[in-house]
């Protein structure tokens, strides 16, 4: 096959009317996804490692980028194979594919994840897929979104890399289905560009997170499995400066000449098989870590904290906005300039509270959380 099923208008079409320019379709969504508020908030994002004091550490904008790198290289080999793709889509999806994310990653997802399906009868859980495509949607613009095509926000909401553990191929799923009204993450992307951004999201994060296990010395190279040394061909003395672009360089090929092969996205039998035990080894040492569990604890604390105030002061003041406005706490005002921003927007769509307050929250960075708890909790000196 090697061409998408679905015909190009359909993947060309936006969510909302939006004049075209010199720029073209797909690069036009990336301009305006890189532009947007969502997406610059990334930079302080945790990827793995929370609130990192260290500017060598990955944090969730410089993960898309990864992702955009990795899709673009993959895209480019099939092209060069003859497939019929078209990479400034792959780039504007891999750009936009974590917009929605939470902060502290997915710590923080787990932590709004919970509160969501205690305090909501509307909503189904916080899944950063789903926000990812309701930030694009709806949340930039105060409200009126980032008028992306089908084809691109069809990619961000299915992108869950994570179903690489799982599966050794990932195909495309030739339905068109009204992306806003999505609940679950039951979904396979409607195009092999939104399959290979799927994937790339997965092998991005693989060698990535543990050059900066290394760094941290949350992980030391010669706990790394000999096995997994020997397949990407470096020895333990090099995998702190290696580690991420010998398994970029073997696994990316793999995937080229796999996807070729079968027409299906994915990775060979050697190559799954690796990728399979070393997620397993990373489990154990990154991400169930005593020193990434111990940070968890407090995640939990900070976003609580967050969420049960900012529910009693909406619950106080709703949308009186001069109540914010002459709040003695500053934070309690920078809640009260946001809705006032999208006071119209969630009037009008009958917003329930606890999806307000998910917004506002799962838009924060990571310093900005920490900072928001602290100036909520912790009086300043006001005598002297």
């Known amino acids: 096959m090697k061409r998408n099923v679905l015909p190009d208008e359909v993947y ?9 320019d010199v720029r ?36 969730r904008i410089e993960h898309a980028f990864h992702v955009f790198t990795n899709s673009t290289t993959i895209s480019k080999g099939l092209i060069g194979k003859g497939w019929e793709l078209d990479l400034e889509m792959v780039q504007a999806i891999a750009l936009g594919h974590d917009v929605g994310h939470a902060p502290f990653g997915h710590a923080g997802e ?66 068109v289905e009204k992306l806003e009204e999505l609940q679950e993450l039951d979904k396979h992307p409607a195009s092999y560009e939104g399959c290979i951004v799927r994937v790339a999201d ?13 760094e941290l010395k949350v992980v030391k190279a010669m706990e790394i499995p000999e096995d997994t040394l020997t397949y990407l061909g470096i020895a333990a003395s090099d995998a702190e400066n290696q580690f991420n672009r010998a398994l970029l360089n073997r696994i990316i090929y793999d995937i080229i000449d796999t996807t070729d092969s079968t027409e299906k996205v994915g990775v060979s039998e ?41 529910s009693d002061l909406f619950d106080k003041h709703e949308f009186k906005i001069e109540s914010y406005t002459n709040n003695f706490i500053r934070s309690y005002r920078d809640f009260g300039e946001f809705l006032s921003a999208y006071k119209d927007f969630y009037i009008a769509a009958g917003t329930d509270k606890t999806q307000i307050l998910v917004d506002f929250i799962s838009g924060m960075s990571d310093n900005y959380a920490i900072r928001f708890s602290k100036d909520i909790t912790i009086p300043k000196t006001v005598f002297k």
């Open 270 to 310: 050697e190559g799954y098989e690796f990728i399979t035990q070393f997620n397993e080894f990373s489990k154990r040492s990154i991400y169930e870590a005593e020193k990434v569990n111990n940070y968890k604890y407090y995640v939990g604390v900070i976003i609580q904290n967050l969420y049960e105030s900012l």
């Open 202 to 214: 997965k092998i991005s994060s693989l060698g990535r997170d543990m050059e900066d296990a290394l």
């Open 110 to 175: 787990e932590i709004l994840d919970e509160l969501v399906k205690k305090e909501s009868t509307v909503m189904h859980g916080f899944h950063h897929e789903l926000n990812s495509l309701r930030a694009v949607d709806y949340v930039s613009e105060r409200g009126d979104g980032l008028k992306l095509t089908f084809g691109v926000r069809d990619g961000i909401v299915s992108h869950c890399g994570e179903d690489l553990e799982d599966k050794q191929f990932i195909e495309p799923v030739w339905e």
């Open 12 to 20: 060309k079409k936006r969510f909302k009317p939006k004049a075209e």
């Open 24 to 59: 073209g379709i797909f690069f036009r969504d990336q301009t305006a996804i890189i532009h947007s508020l969502p997406f610059r908030r990334l930079k302080r994002k945790t990827q793995v490692f929370f609130a990192p004091d260290n500017d060598h550490i990955c944090t």
